[in-house]
């Protein structure tokens, strides 16, 4: 069945507003809840900051003070369903067991993307990305066992691997080439926009966390690893933000925003396991179609153009948290060697990664190996949930461009 998100009203604007009661939301059981229901909260804290950010940059950029009180009131909306979102994570759980789930999302959120993506240049992006936040998770997951003395399959259970992925030591690459092209806007299919906005506010959010918390540990190796790791999600930010096309109109960006509110809610609604989470799914999808009602209004009288060459007439299918082991498995059989050169990739360990590699390095070990050392010193091994056999390509983990002809 189709969903036409323009064809339903929605709550009206003026009767989003909740009071202290309606936000004061009980948090999600941390024994209890289905990891994918935690990974669906976190994907819409991300959603609902960047389209909090959206709104405030916007604002900053327009001169019109009618439109700006327009956008005040939904951001201030908006803002309100960030709280009552992110407010369902448990204050039970350490800041080390939600950067364990933020990296689950990154893995499962992304590889579906990859999966379900049309375009073949964005889908390369997509799984170049989710072989190194595979990584990130099995990092932290020792840094977990080390410092907390629990185990991470408490947190992903059996849904996720724990193992070994593009070595974090090497997703260090220049600047320069963490830039992609970008989609264009008039030819790309519209399900390939809604997923760049999708995975660029997770990884953007996934920045900002490590930003805020990493410093607020007292063991040496953790304080290093959020250092580490957090210069990563920046890399991952300019990666995924160069595939929107900068040449969207603001009113157009504001409309996809939107939008694609409107299609992760209805998603998680049609794909959610704990019922009251599932009602504030459908609370949220009916105000999103109300404030797409906003943006539509908006576009309509300072656009110029025909909404419909802006948005789909209907949703995509369901984005949807499942396992995605054998395609990340396929992925590290095939794509463990490449890096980026410009905006494209290539299986080189060419002159400008391997300066960048040794700057930043400075010829020790980054805090990502010292992670994984110290943890087999402590335990005598290193901490995984392999579930599936044997890692595809283990051999060449220590340098994954070793023997490859150098350009
Ligand atoms: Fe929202
Ligand atoms: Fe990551
Ligand atoms: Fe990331
Ligand atoms: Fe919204």
Redesign the pocket.
């Known amino acids: 069945m189709t969903f036409n998100p323009l064809e339903h009203k929605g709550i009206p604007i003026d009767r989003q507003l909740r009071n202290w009661r309606e936000m004061n939301v009980a948090p999600l059981d941390p024994d209890a809840v289905d990891p994918y229901t935690r990974c669906r909260v976190i994907v819409m804290n991300g959603i609902?900051v960047e389209?909090i950010m959206f709104s405030h940059h916007f604002a900053r950029v327009c001169p019109d003070p009618e439109v700006k009180r327009t956008l005040a009131e939904?951001r201030y909306?908006?803002a309100q369903?960030q709280k009552v979102v992110n407010w369902l994570l448990p204050g039970a759980a350490s800041t080390l067991e939600t950067t364990i789930a933020y990296e689950q999302v990154a893995v499962d959120l992304t590889a579906w993307v990859a999966r379900a993506e049309p375009d073949p240049y964005l889908k390369q992006a997509y799984q170049f990305g989710v072989l190194e936040d595979f990584d990130h998770l099995y990092r932290y997951s020792n840094l977990y066992e080390m410092i907390e003395h629990r185990k991470a399959e408490r947190i992903v259970d059996d849904l996720t691997e724990v193992i070994p992925g593009r070595p974090t030591k090497v997703h260090h690459r220049h600047p320069y080439d963490n830039v992609r092209d970008p989609y264009d806007r008039n030819t790309v299919n519209p399900l390939s926009k809604l997923h760049a906005l999708t995975v660029m506010s997770a990884e953007q959010q996934t920045m900002n966390f490590y930003m805020n918390v990493g410093p607020e540990y007292m063991e040496p190796i953790a304080r290093q690893l959020y250092q580490e790791i957090g210069l990563i999600e920046e890399e991952h930010v300019t990666h995924y933000e160069s595939l929107v096309d900068p040449g969207e109109t603001w009113w157009e960006r504001l409309v996809n925003?939107?939008y694609n509110?409107?299609y992760l809610y209805h998603s998680f609604m049609e794909t959610e396991s704990d019922p009251r989470i599932k009602a504030l799914w459908e609370l949220h999808l009916n105000?999103?179609l109300g404030?797409?009602q906003v943006?539509c209004d908006l576009f309509r009288k300072h656009d110029g153009r025909d909404l419909a060459e802006v948005v789909a007439p209907a949703l995509p299918a369901p984005l949807t948290f499942e396992p995605n082991k054998a395609y990340v498995r396929e992925l590290l059989a095939t794509q463990l060697d490449l890096t980026t050169l410009g905006a494209g990739y290539v299986r080189e360990a060419h002159e400008r990664f391997e300066r960048m590699q040794e700057q930043i390095h400075g010829g020790e070990q980054p805090p990502s190996e010292q992670v994984i050392d110290l943890h087999r010193e402590k335990f005598g091994e290193e901490y995984r949930v392999q579930t599936d056999g044997p890692v595809p390509n283990e051999d060449k983990m220590g340098d994954p461009y070793a023997g490859l002809a150098r350009p």
Do not use: D, F, K
């Open positions: 609902e389209s939904s909306i908006e369903q925003h939107e509110e409107v105000m999103e404030q797409l943006a």
